[in-house]
């Protein structure tokens, strides 16, 4: 499964927002825009990393 497919599938799921603060400034952010922070897909076999056999 391709991390746009599973994103997609987290905004359907959750898709309310809640106000954070974010250098001292409220803004709304949804699950899957909190997550792709927290786990950007650079971090991911999704991101810049080569695939292995094994993968």
């Not at 709304?28 to 990393?49: D, I």
């Amino acid at each position: 499964m391709e991390y746009g497919t599973v994103r997609a599938e987290i905004e359907a799921a959750f898709p309310n927002s809640q106000t954070v603060k974010v250098n001292g400034v409220e803004q709304a952010q949804t699950v899957a825009e909190y997550l792709g922070k927290k786990y950007p897909t650079s971090w991911t076999q999704f991101g810049n990393g080569t695939f292995t056999p094994e993968d």
